[in-house]
């Protein structure tokens, strides 16, 4: 019995101390195991958390030349590219954002204009070029006097009228502070009319019907004044274009004034020549010297001989002509209109592959040969500079 009773006391003494000790159930314990459950070697590690060295290392905070360098702390570069981190409808670092007026997006002007900014981008520092599409020269003249377009698209007649108050609609407000760059396309105003209307002068066109243009146009606008001036009076079908050349293939009006290309056919001239024959009226010396010394601004261009079949073009027609130009308002920096207006005339290439037209053609030459509209300060600057003769009546009041 007492060897039972000695024998149970080893037991239970056996028990409790395997208890105390952990080792009555090895899987619960695995846990509890400090180096399975936090190991926190890799996410405590104050060198791969943070990595503050750069940041906050004792010895960069104290050290005076580190901490007081003030080019790393104030640079001015540092907002630049904020600036033009939204691309060209951004303004410019310094402010200059340029808004440029154009036609049609897809027309063969709002082409060119499209290459000239372009051109322009890269080409003046510092300074971003948008266009803006607006229409008509006469759309761009009330953009750019309500501030919204610096520089614009137009046409050298329509821009001058409106900059002495011969436009209507600026009779009481002439728009006096318009300055021009460059002109670009030359056009001449084609008197078309039909062979059997018997019209072969320009008087003779009294009392017919006849439609001075397309409605809004430069040289609707150029027909009415001369031919009023002249006491010439046509029974005036106005319309746009495509009503103008139904107008004339029905035989209901005589004929009509389009601007055309000087040395290749009007796609739409030769149209109506398939539906009657026509020819183009010449203006003879007396009548254009009459109107000049009303309109002393206006200027005549001659079309080729051969340009269009027909004996009446063996000889060259002369007839009134403008040209499509680029302009701007006193408002335009000197330096700005002076850099815009040499780039582009020394410009060979990216303009002509936009409007093949310019090829071989000297851009200041033609300018000088159409321009009324005196040139800003900087595009005077830039003609003289390359060898151009400016003429006292293009320079203007603020370049004197």
């Known amino acids: 019995m007492r060897g039972l009773s000695f024998t149970v006391a080893v037991v239970l003494l056996a028990s409790a101390l395997t208890l105390a000790c952990g080792g009555g159930s090895a899987a619960p314990a695995q846990p509890a195991q400090p180096a399975a459950e936090p190991k926190p070697a890799a996410e405590t590690k104050p060198a791969a958390e943070a990595k503050p060295a750069a940041a906050a290392k004792p010895a960069a905070e104290t050290k005076p030349a580190v901490e007081a360098k003030p080019a790393a702390e104030t640079k001015p570069a540092a907002p630049v590219p904020q600036a033009t981190a939204a691309g060209a409808a951004a303004p410019s670092p310094d402010g200059r954002r340029i808004v440029f007026g154009t036609s049609q997006l897809s027309s063969v002007y709002g082409v ?125 079908q106005r319309g746009g274009m495509t009503d103008m050349t139904e107008a004339f293939k029905d035989r209901r009006i ?73 302009w701007t308002t006193t408002k335009l920096p000197e330096d700005l209109a002076y850099q815009f207006t040499k780039i582009v005339l020394q410009d060979k290439t990216e303009q002509v592959a936009a409007f093949p037209a310019l090829k ?13 509209v005196p040139f800003h300060k900087g595009a005077l600057k830039a003609f003289r500079e390359l060898g151009y ?7 203007a009041t603020e370049a004197q």
């Open 112 to 236: 060119y204009t499209a290459a000239v900014v372009n051109l322009l981008n890269k080409s003046v520092p510092g300074v971003s070029l948008t266009l803006r599409e607006e229409g008509g020269p006469i759309n761009n003249l009330r953009r750019a006097r309500a501030g919204e377009v610096d520089l614009a698209l137009g046409s050298e007649l329509i821009v001058y009228k409106a900059s002495v108050g011969d436009l209507k609609g600026w009779e009481n407000n002439p728009q006096s502070d318009v300055r021009g760059l460059w002109g670009f396309d030359p056009a001449a105003v084609a008197f078309v009319v039909s062979e059997r209307s018997g019209v072969k002068t320009i008087p003779d066109l009294n009392g017919k019907a006849m439609s001075p243009g397309g409605q809004g146009t430069s040289n609707e606008t150029l027909t009415v004044d001369v031919m009023e001036h002249l006491g010439i009076k046509p029974q005036w």
């Open 254 to 326: 005589v004929g009509y004034t389009k601007a055309t290309p000087l040395t290749r056919p009007d796609p739409l001239i030769v149209e109506s020549a398939l539906a009657q024959p026509i020819r183009i009226l010449s203006w003879p010396d007396e009548l254009v010297k009459k109107a000049q010394a009303k309109y002393p601004y206006l200027k005549t261009v001659q079309i080729p001989a051969g340009v269009y079949q027909g004996d009446w073009n063996k000889e060259p027609i002369t007839t009134w002509g403008f040209v499509t130009n680029i």
């Open 360 to 372: 071989d053609v000297d851009l200041g030459k033609l300018t000088l040969e159409h321009a009324a």
């Open 389 to 395: 003769n400016v003429p006292k009546e293009l320079v």
